[in-house]
């Protein structure tokens, strides 16, 4: 099932998508999502990301292609950050530049896991029972700004601007990451084009690791790193994030 919020006037609600309809749902996404009966047209509403997360992990050198390209080497543990409620954004809002030099900004199209059920130090074995879907992320950073200062790398600065932490338009409860591959497009031109079974921690061992630093609560999400293919936008530029199976998360950029 394809699940997505919604903004109709001052109205903010939830739903299933249904062809080109949402079937509007109340209760709580997680665990009680009960059919209201009503069908809203997706032509008259405003996409806002698909869960609120309490915190978003992001992922660092998660990826066999680009580790191997970069000369890193294989990761022993998830290496990871995160980044500032204040930065998500959803589909189709447009990413404004930070103000100041900052240096340029780069895409990172990501698959991101959507946390269903509370975990804490859960298993490998019973991690998928805690991931409630998927969707598409684009993990926006300032990509100079992060070795900027020598004694101190600045990722939580570096990626937690207003309207970094892009995700949706929907999550997809149905979804097989070893069958499916990203693209990123930028202005119209395929930037990035990869397989995400390359992943050196796949979703239930990321879930299960990173449970065991922190508790993990329903709507967090964890964005499972990027590959080949990053590079700065230029302003006016359209950035697209498709995932197949899941859809295509689209925002201007500047």
Known sequence: MKWL???LDDRHGFGRLDGDHVQVHDGDLFTTPRPT???????G??????????????????FAALAEKNGWARPAEPLYFLKAPSSFAAHGQAIAPPAGDVGRIA???????VIGR???AVSPAD???????????NDVTAMELIARDPSFPQWARAKSFDGFGVFGPLIETDFDYAQATLRTRVGGRERQNYPLSD??????????????DMTLEP??????????GVMPMKPGSLVEVEIDGIGVLANPYG
Request: proline share 7%.
């Open 5 to 7: 919020r919604f903004r």
């Open 37 to 43: 009966g009503e069908r809203l047209p997706l032509a």
């Open 45 to 62: 509403l405003t996409w806002l990301t698909p869960c609120a997360p309490g915190k978003m992990i992001g992922l660092w050198n998660n």
């Open 107 to 113: 895409y990172e199209g990501e698959l991101a896991i």
């Open 118 to 120: 509370t975990a804490r």
């Open 127 to 137: 991690a998928p029972a805690h991931i409630f879907g998927y969707t598409c992320a």
């Open 199 to 212: 992943m050196c921690f796949g979703p239930a061992e990321l879930v299960s690791r990173l449970s065991h």
């Open 219 to 228: 709507g967090d999400v964890i964005l499972c790193g990027t590959s080949l």
